[in-house]
């Protein structure tokens, strides 16, 4: 059987994504912050009869954390297939480039780029022993710097520097990490959700949780002819379209 982690997977996009995986078929490590809102979210799968899905404490901020989940994972299987870096936060809103505190910054960036890198890091060894392992690092149509720059753009009149700063990061890492895997099996790539209704967003948007989590899980599941380092935003762009970076 496949295996999955996907970080961030007690609620939101990161519980439909895990649903997602474990209805093709794969056993389904949900990382959540606070073990007992993973084992909640497993109890809420089982209850709709999908019981491949297992809780682990994963807390992509804390080296400690992401030391012990790959322990844990590491015992009990020899390969991972997909790794999908949910775990995100926003850092509030409203925010402005030139009055965000440097603590703002700093804690944004803690959880959405360095424990992408981090967790990435950590699980690259067991990734490697699938035959056709995928990364997928959720990040948002508004890092991009392309659409950004359009000042008089409608689709960002509202923006979020902190936030954005960190998932253009986010961007640029990702590009690295397919370089680095690209004479290998590995397909990495960047996957905007679309702008969806959860907690995240005060459960406003245009796309639903089921909408988001099957655009992430579509790149979690590429053949070995698909794309690597692109970045995909279909909401906006419908496919084969990539995002502007």
Known sequence: MKSALVTGANKGIGLEVARQLAQQGFYVYLGSRRLENGQAAVQQLA????????????????????????AAIGA?????????????????????????TLGQFQEVFVTNVFGVAGVTQ???????KAPQPRIVNVSTAMGSLALSADFD?????????VYQASKAALNMLT?????ELRDTPFKVNAVCPGYTQTDFTGH????????????????????????????????YFPAPATCPW
Do not use: H, M
């Open 47 to 70: 209850a709709d009869g999908l019981t491949t899905v297992e809780a682990v404490q994963l807390d992509v901020t804390s080296p400690e954390s992401i030391r012990a989940a790959r």
């Open 153 to 161: 753009s409608a689709a960002f009149v509202f923006r979020v520097p």
């Open 122 to 128: 950590a699980f690259v060894d067991l990734l490697a």
């Open 175 to 179: 590009l690295n990490q397919a370089y």
């Open 76 to 100: 009990k299987t020899v390969a991972l297939d997909v790794l999908v870096n949910n775990a995100g936060i926003s850092g509030g809103v409203p925010q402005t480039a030139l009055q965000a």
């Open 204 to 235: 406003q948007g245009t796309s639903t949780v089921a909408q988001a989590g099957q655009r992430i899980v579509k790149y979690a599941l590429l053949g070995p002819d698909g794309p690597t380092g692109q970045f995909f935003s279909e909401e």
